[in-house]
């Protein structure tokens, strides 16, 4: 119900914020908050002329109601917007991931420019580092993804350990969304028992309506999820997401973060209490 939007001033935060403004009003939340975090050594984003220019002379409030305005003329909603600025010399991602924990926001949702730098590479992108510690689900919208509503919502499981409580909220969301759901698991030993899984699941699951079967053969999970895309052009990619430790980190990168940095597609981390260390 509480949105938190993170705005940068580049074109994949407005992108992100036309995302947050459709789950808020299919969802009747009806209120986006949009929040920009400054340190006052750079500039965060140059969304265009007008914007920039304030940005320039430091109204980061009057550059966030700008770019707000700008937002919402581009698209029909009847959603509240508030807007906030903070002044903070902290890193970005720890500033929003303590907002989104002390206002108990559901859902942090902001752009990513995915790997086209090499910075990206080495220091890691904003939106990854609040996926790895925040505890509220996030919406990872790329640059290159073209808002047009949210009509067909891709879950991604491993079948074999269906997770039934995650696919109802995800079920119940897409009902409100109007949307069609579709479940999918990446197959990346050729194992014959997933089809005979991913046909006794369809026998489970016949009584929901606008819900559809996919299992995609690939080398590797993010692979075959990028496949997958190619072939459904999904609108929103749902994943099953945990906070992971230091540790953990080491010796695993997490396929959510992979597919963020990857995928053309915007990419919906669910996180729920269980699944956090």
Request: net charge negative; glycine share 4%; proline share 3%.
């Amino acid at each position: 119900q509480k949105i938190l939007c993170p705005v940068d001033f580049s074109a994949c935060s407005l992108n992100a914020f036309f995302y947050a403004c459709e789950i808020a009003e299919k969802n009747q939340s009806k209120i986006v908050h949009l929040v920009t975090v400054q340190d006052g050594a750079r500039l965060r984003g140059i969304y265009n002329h007008s914007v920039f220019n304030l940005l320039t002379e430091g109204k980061f409030d009057e550059a966030l109601a700008v770019f707000a305005k700008d937002g919402l003329s581009r698209i029909s909603t009847s959603v509240e917007i508030k807007t906030e600025f903070i002044q903070s010399n902290r890193k970005v991602s720890a500033v929003l991931i303590e907002k989104a924990e002390k206002e108990d926001f559901d859902l942090v949702c902001m752009g990513t420019e995915g790997v086209n730098k090499l910075k990206k590479h080495i220091l890691g992108s904003t939106t990854k580092n609040v996926l790895e510690r925040v505890n509220c689900h996030l919406l990872a919208v790329p640059l290159q993804a073209s808002f047009h509503g949210i009509e067909k919502i891709a879950m991604g499981v491993d079948i074999m350990y269906f997770p039934k409580d995650a696919f109802q909220q995800v079920y119940e969301l897409s009902q409100k969304m109007d949307a069609e759901i579709q479940l999918f698991d990446v197959n990346i030993a050729n194992n014959p028992l997933l089809s005979d899984r991913m046909e006794g699941l369809k026998q489970e699951l016949a009584h929901y309506s606008n819900l559809n079967f996919a299992l995609i053969d690939a080398m590797e999970v993010v692979e075959g999820i990028i496949k997958f895309s190619a072939t459904y052009h999904p609108d929103i990619i749902v994943v099953l997401s945990k906070n992971y430790s230091y540790l953990d980190r080491l010796f695993e990168r997490s396929y959510t973060e992979k597919l963020i940095l990857h995928s053309d597609v915007p990419v919906l981390a669910l996180k729920f209490p269980d699944m956090s260390k």
